[in-house]
Structures are given as C-alpha cells and as structure tokens.
C-alpha cells in the first residue's frame, strides 16, 4: 500500500521562503503525477504545482517563478520550495500522487494528510 508522508510546513513572514518535502513509501509501476494542491479555508482544493509523465511540470498561474517543484526518484521524494510567500498563499497544503500500482492496475489517486502553510507578520 502506498503512504505519503508530507513535511516542512509552518509559519512564516511575507516574503520568506518554506520547503514542503512529501515521502513515498510503497513502490509504483507507473507515476502520472506526483505533487502539491492546497485548500485555503473557504475555498476549494487547487492545484500548486505537479511532476507529470516525462519529467514534465506544471504550476499554478499565481505561484508560477516563486515556486519549484523537484521530483528524487532514487529517494522517493517530491519537494516544492516555495519563495516570496504572500499571505494568500496561507493554506493545508496536500501531497498528490496518481498512477499504477501494478501494471494490471487502473490507475489510483492517493493523497497525504496535509501539512500547514502560513504566511503572515
């Protein structure tokens, strides 16, 4: 069975930096992404960033040249290092994970519990 453990939330100033860092235990057959969503109270659940199949990448608009995704296949890890943090980027932050666990298995979707973000003076 696959767990993400999720790490390096807290509080910080604006314009200060945090590294979120998400642990995988339990091996893939094949990974379609593996990355960040946060959900802000009142607001639904959106994408931050996200490791895609061959390497590619994609980031939110609003975090876009602040954030970057990093994916360690040898660990396994996926970290996402975000700087110029602004309040609104205060949210639960969640580690995604989509793929096979098999490759006789459709594909699953497993998410971490959450680790806290916030960004204020």
């Known amino acids: 069975q696959v767990q993400l453990a999720e790490s390096g939330g807290g509080l910080v100033p604006p314009g200060g930096s945090l590294t979120l860092s998400c642990a995988r235990s339990g091996g893939m057959y094949s990974i379609s992404e593996w990355g960040w969503y946060r959900q802000a109270p009142g607001k639904e659940r959106e994408l931050v960033a996200s490791?895609?199949?061959?390497?590619?990448?994609n980031y939110a608009d609003s975090v876009r040249g602040r954030f970057t995704i990093s994916r360690d296949k040898i660990t396994p890890t996926v970290s996402l290092q975000m700087n110029s943090l602004k309040p609104e980027d205060t949210a639960i932050y969640y580690c995604k994970l989509k793929g096979q666990l098999t490759f006789r298995d459709s594909e699953s979707t497993y998410w971490g519990q959450g680790t806290q973000v916030a960004v204020s003076s």
């Open positions: 490791t895609l199949s061959f390497g590619s990448t």
